[in-house]
């Protein structure tokens, strides 16, 4: 496909373009080229990903007080298990069987290597953007006044996030509204189509994501209200029609939508309730009722009844236009009926090493796929991402887009927004970092020749 790039750069969303503009003047009326070099850092204005490790430092200067949550990324996750109870962290944190596919991304990574390039143009703002499904994706650490700046991340469609705090969804809607970042909502939401949408904010990027039910009628109810909340572009998982074996689940029986958790935009379709005789959410309605709502919802979703391609024709004339994104591909074989089926985009994913054990690496299975596509679908990539390194690694690879996933469920756990936008600031500081610092003013170099695979 042609991806196209603008010239905006990108922003940071702290203070409003006013007030900091005020507080700049304010520090210096009257500035000498010295200290107009320096104002951007003392007011806090600057526009750049990398500044934020900067504000991190003059926080301390100014505050005497260190990061209340780490920003080493490779800690983020112990120090969410020590604030959440066992069977959230596992129920994240786990895999399929023994494991050795979540293994398996994050070796995948370390098998590619950055290769620097010195003395290019590099500039402090880098134009680190894209243009996905006829939109600028404007940049997650973006002015609050969604100035269009960009860079290629999406939020991963992660469900029961209520596990991890309880402003859940909301939360993480939220975030990625005010930095106008694409949110992409699970059918195992804990929240609504209606609450994420509002938490998300008029205007932004939203995406949906769908488990297929088995149900024609519940599925052509699930579209119809995501396209009436402003979802734009549909997410169809397509390797999780069963659950597979999982033993950090199984070894305490823990199964969180027998408990309704996760099961929101099920309890609270039309659909649901014709077939069900009865609305879970109604006034009088009993805890009996709920649960078996959440459990019809559970099992049309998954209950191991495998999605067909010849299907695909449905959701396209149910969807309409908008883009179909298939996510779970993993060979170029079918990367290719991707697009002879009239798929937008494919998401290379292995549900995060959740359903097969001993799988390949997802980032292995990157560049053999775009080699087969050629450019003929967006591809987005999903698996073991931990840092600006891996989001560069995955763009060099090939990849259009990368989805963000466990380090966002880690971030939520600090106190909800406030943790999910502190990781997520992190990061695409990372990212826009290693971006310079490699030789890339822009993402037009940032391609095979950037990366190497030591023997």
């Known amino acids: 496909?042609?991806?196209?790039?603008?010239?905006?750069?990108?922003?940071?969303?702290?203070?409003?373009?006013?007030?900091?503009?005020?507080?700049?003047?304010?520090?210096?009326?009257?500035?000498?080229?010295?200290?107009?070099?320096?104002a951007p850092i003392l007011s806090n204005s600057s526009t750049t990903f990398a500044s934020y490790s900067s504000q991190i430092y003059f926080q301390k200067d100014q505050t005497l007080r260190a990061p209340e949550i780490t920003p080493n990324l490779a800690k983020i996750e112990s120090s969410a298990r020590s604030r959440l109870p066992k069977e959230a962290y596992n129920y994240a944190a786990g895999g399929a069987g023994l494991e050795s596919t979540v293994k398996a991304n994050r070796e995948a990574f370390n098998h590619w290597r950055i290769l620097p390039k010195m003395l290019h143009s590099v500039l402090p703002e880098r134009n680190l953007s894209r243009k996905i499904f006829g939109r600028y994706i404007p940049a997650p650490i973006?002015?609050?006044?969604?100035?269009?700046?960009?860079?290629?991340?999406?939020?991963?469609?992660?469900?029961?996030?209520?596990?991890?705090?309880?402003?859940?969804?909301?939360?993480?809607?939220?975030?990625f509204g005010e930095m106008g970042l694409p949110y992409t909502l699970s059918t195992a939401s804990s929240t609504g189509f209606k609450d994420v949408a509002t938490a998300n904010g008029d205007g932004n990027p939203r995406w949906y994501q769908l488990y297929w039910p088995t149900v024609d009628g519940l599925t052509q109810s699930y579209l119809k209200s995501a396209r009436e909340n402003g979802y734009e572009v549909l997410v169809v998982t397509v390797d999780t029609w069963?659950?597979?074996?999982?033993?950090?689940?199984?070894?305490?029986?823990?199964?969180?939508?027998?408990?309704?958790?996760?099961?929101?935009?099920?309890?609270?379709?039309?659909?649901?309730?014709?077939?069900?005789?009865f609305d879970p959410?109604?006034?009088?309605?009993?805890?009996?009722?709920?649960?078996?709502?959440?459990?019809?919802?559970?099992?049309?979703?998954?209950?191991?009844?495998?999605?067909?391609?010849?299907?695909?024709?449905?959701?396209?004339?149910?969807?309409?236009?908008?883009?179909?994104?298939?996510?779970?591909?993993q060979s170029?074989?079918?990367?290719?009926?991707?697009?002879?089926?009239?798929?937008?985009?494919?998401?290379?994913?292995?549900?995060?090493?959740?359903?097969?054990?001993?799988?390949?690496?997802?980032?292995?299975?990157?560049?053999?796929?775009?080699?087969?596509?050629?450019?003929?679908?967006?591809?987005?990539?999903?698996?073991?991402?931990?840092?600006?390194?891996?989001?560069?690694?995955?763009?060099?690879?090939?990849?259009?887009?990368?989805?963000?996933?466990?380090?966002?469920?880690?971030?939520?756990?600090?106190?909800?927004e406030k943790g999910a936008r502190h990781v997520l600031k992190s990061l695409l500081a990372d990212f826009d970092l290693t971006?310079?610092?490699?030789?890339?003013?822009?993402?037009?170099?940032?391609?095979?020749?950037?990366?190497?695979?030591?023997?």
């Open 1 to 38: 496909m042609t991806i196209e790039t603008s010239n905006m750069s990108s922003h940071e969303p702290d203070l409003a373009e006013d007030e900091k503009r005020a507080n700049s003047e304010t520090i210096h009326p009257t500035l000498s080229p010295a200290l107009a070099l320096l």
């Open 142 to 175: 973006a002015s609050l006044s969604n100035a269009e700046s960009d860079v290629l991340a999406v939020m991963a469609p992660i469900g029961v996030q209520t596990l991890f705090h309880p402003t859940g969804e909301r939360a993480m809607a939220k975030v």
């Open 435 to 455: 971006v310079g610092l490699s030789g890339h003013q822009d993402l037009s170099t940032v391609d095979r020749t950037a990366v190497v695979c030591p023997p």
């Open 332 to 416: 170029p074989e079918d990367a290719l009926l991707a697009v002879k089926f009239g798929m937008d985009g494919i998401i290379v994913s292995n549900h995060g090493g959740r359903q097969v054990d001993g799988a390949v690496g997802s980032l292995t299975c990157l560049p053999p796929i775009v080699d087969a596509v050629k450019g003929k679908l967006t591809i987005g990539f999903d698996g073991g991402i931990r840092c600006g390194a891996d989001i560069f690694k995955a763009l060099a690879l090939g990849a259009d887009f990368v989805q963000l996933g466990r380090p966002m469920l880690w971030g939520l756990a600090h106190d909800g």
């Open 281 to 329: 959410l109604a006034e009088g309605a009993t805890l009996e009722q709920r649960k078996l709502a959440s459990l019809y919802h559970v099992v049309t979703t998954s209950r191991g009844v495998s999605p067909r391609w010849e299907n695909l024709k449905k959701l396209r004339d149910w969807w309409g236009d908008g883009p179909i994104v298939l996510k779970g591909i």
């Open 242 to 277: 069963e659950l597979a074996w999982r033993p950090r689940d199984l070894e305490t029986g823990y199964f969180p939508f027998i408990q309704s958790i996760g099961t929101q935009i099920g309890l609270e379709d039309k659909y649901a309730h014709s077939q069900l005789g």
